[in-house]
């Protein structure tokens, strides 16, 4: 988590207002904003936890609950591949954000990158009752993705170096990206 929370750190507009979907306990957000005080999080979520670390409500999964151009950013850790299509989600981001989409997900393209992201996944988030669908998408599918909701990547790294050796040999090899995202 500290790992990825300073690789999305710099990815935000100074003290922009974020709206982190599918933020669960706000665990990821809080550890953003020790990076940049600046910074305020909420987040929305399908599950509700007992305890966050961030002001977090419910919403339906597809509809984001708030008025378009409301925060300046909408950040995504590891949701959108949880949902039958990432595209109603990042369409519902350009609406509300004014000046950015953060992303972090996953890439399926390389041997066996199917079989290894469905084992993390399932690993993560099946005792957590998260929804798995493994809808993950190849690089092309992203990007052909991001054109067609008018969206530009003026960011993108995909070598993150999350796992430490000897696990980083399987579990980071191309897996994940990481994305800043602005309207054309």
């Known amino acids: 988590m500290r790992v990825l929370a300073a690789q999305l750190a710099p990815l935000f507009p100074a003290s922009a207002s974020v709206l982190d979907v599918g933020c669960g306990d706000g665990s990821i957000a809080r550890a953003i904003m020790e990076h940049r005080g600046d910074l305020t999080l909420g987040g929305v979520d399908v599950l509700l936890r007992p305890h966050t670390h961030i002001p977090v409500e419910r919403f339906d999964g597809s509809r984001l609950p708030r008025p378009d151009a409301s925060v300046d950013a909408v950040l995504f850790v590891d949701v959108l591949h949880h949902t039958d299509d990432p595209a109603i989600l990042l369409a519902e981001a350009r609406r509300v954000a004014r000046r950015c989409i953060v992303i972090k997900d996953h890439l399926r393209d390389g041997l066996l990158a199917g079989p290894t992201l469905r084992f993390m996944d399932w690993v993560g988030n099946a005792p957590h009752g998260v929804a ?53």
């Open 132 to 184: 798995l669908p493994y809808n993950y998408w190849p690089e092309t599918r992203w990007r052909d993705t991001f054109v067609k909701l008018g969206l530009t990547p003026a960011a993108w790294h995909a070598r993150l170096g999350l796992y430490p050796f000897p696990a980083s040999l399987a579990f980071d090899r191309g897996l994940h990206f990481v994305a800043r995202l602005e309207k054309i």
